[in-house]
């Protein structure tokens, strides 16, 4: 048996082939008897758009092109489900691709994005400088999203405000009474930008000469590792900001293998309020980065590219909140 084509449901309805296609791109322009006999005639055929075809009538895929900084990072979760639900409510589906593994192969996949003439790029996370996703930006809309960087022409940057954040989680330790604080640093525009924040509210307080940074990643090893080194310092500090929840995971790790208990001993601010952060045996204090509004936003603003490529470029940033659970508390347990 062939599968049924639109000729089939043509005949089946009473209709003509270019009738039948108004249908089913959603046309107001049908009446609405034609429409329900198509429908019911496309029912009982159990007929199926052949999604090739259509992208050539119409010079579209409907896809958008996701490239992560790295698909084992668990902040891309809510990220993505808010990417996802905007797309799939505007008839577009992702296609996702690991920048991680991208780098280990040594392909460029933003270059194989452009080759299956995806409809818009979204670069997730911050990626390393690519002459091909500059290259891709001149070509398809693109989006920025969950990072401040690359700056292109015509690409719009949509990202929680890292400053905003980092102030929230380093007041907070203030507030419990905490001076000694230490700041697990990240990399790239976002990481300078924690940073730079959590610096200014130390100085803000009189407590500049009590705050210490240390190199991390965005990995639970980094975490793990910078906070021994923090440590093993001779005025080691009563609190530490991690970079994110990951890091965080990892000096967890770090205080309890040395006997400190948390928060008594150390206390412990996460960054971007992932999954791992609400696990009851880990239950950190984070920063909730709005991932998910991000994610939806990053979607609206591809969806405003799409629709006029020509527009100057913006940079979206939405609000994070701070999600107090039980890795803080103040110096001492007291």
Known sequence: MRPPTIRDVAERAGVSKSLVSLVLRGSDQVRPEKREAVLTAV???GYRPNAAARSLSERRTRTVGVLLHDMRNPWFVELLDGLNSQLHDNGLRMLLADGHLNRRLGEDLTRTFTELRV????????????????????????????????????????????????????????????????????DGVVGALRRRSFETV??????GDLATVERGDLTEEGGYRATVRLLNLPQRPTAVVAFNDMACVG??????????????D????GYD????????HLWLTTVDNASHDVGRSAAQCLLDRIA???????????TPTLEVRGTTGPPGGH
């Open 273 to 280: 309020n992932t999954y791992v952060s609400r696990l009851r």
């Open 266 to 269: 150390l206390s412990l601010v």
């Open 251 to 264: 000096a967890l790790s770090a205080a309890e293998e040395l006997g400190l208990r948390v928060p008594r």
């Open 119 to 186: 409809d818009g790029l979204i670069a997730v996370g911050t990626l390393p400088p690519s002459e091909a996703l500059r290259t891709a930006a001149g070509l398809i809309p693109t989006v920025v999203a969950g990072a401040r960087e690359p700056t292109l022409p015509q690409v719009d940057v949509v990202a929680g405000d890292d400053q905003h954040g980092a102030r929230l989680a380093t007041e907070h330790l203030i507030g419990l009474g905490h001076r000694r604080i230490a700041h697990i640093a990240g």
């Open 43 to 45: 029912d009982e055929l």
């Open 202 to 207: 130390m100085r803000e307080h009189g407590l």
């Open 308 to 318: 006029d490529p020509a527009r100057p470029a913006k940079v979206v940033l939405t």
